[in-house]
């Protein structure tokens, strides 16, 4: 019980960290121009995009149509620009999920995502690891390209925990 509580507080001053990180460096303005990206989608809403100086994190700010942050992810990249985890929040810096992501080895290509929810942990009695609330197999043609986005429920996951759009899959608006 202790362990866990102190993951809980440890995970969350993760998250508070990371979050005081992404405020300042989207709060900097002007020296940062180069690390900020917004995108406006057709219904009003927008997504901001902020990196630190050194490329290791990127925050996604999702706001509605009415300026409202709905939605806040934060990004760890490695030396290669790969994604090897994240953290989802809600509006209120509530983090909701943790995900991570798996790469082939001899290529570097993103193969699968795992989505782990943050509030509940799931246990599998098998072997004591933590089950993931959503699997995406991705596969790819012979060219190279993205063929398919295969989505797995995981073990003990409700009908309500679909995950959101924004969420997976990943896109990097500075390599684009």
């Known amino acids: 019980m202790q362990k866990t509580g102190k993951r809980i507080i440890l995970g969350m001053l993760g998250v508070l960290v990371v979050g005081a990180v992404c405020v300042v460096v989207y709060l900097q303005g002007s020296p940062w121009v180069g690390n900020k990206r917004t995108i406006s989608h057709p219904d009003g809403s927008r997504s901001v995009f902020v990196r630190t100086p050194d490329h290791r994190t990127l925050c996604k700010y999702n706001y509605s149509s009415k300026g409202e942050l709905s939605q806040m992810a934060v990004y ?4 290669k620009g790969n994604v090897p985890g994240a953290k989802i929040c809600d509006g209120r810096k509530e983090e909701l999920f943790k995900v991570s992501y798996g790469y082939r080895k001899s290529d570097g290509v993103l193969v699968e995502e795992r989505m782990f929810d943050s509030r509940t942990k799931r246990i599998s009695p ?3 690891k933590e089950l993931p609330v959503w699997r995406v197999i991705h596969t790819w043609n012979e060219n190279g390209s993205p063929a398919d986005r295969i989505k797995i429920k995981g073990q003990g996951a409700s009908d309500s925990e679909s995950p959101l759009p924004e969420i997976t899959p990943f896109v990097n608006p500075f390599s684009i």
């Open 76 to 79: 760890r990249m490695d030396e």
């Open 126 to 128: 098998d072997d004591g």
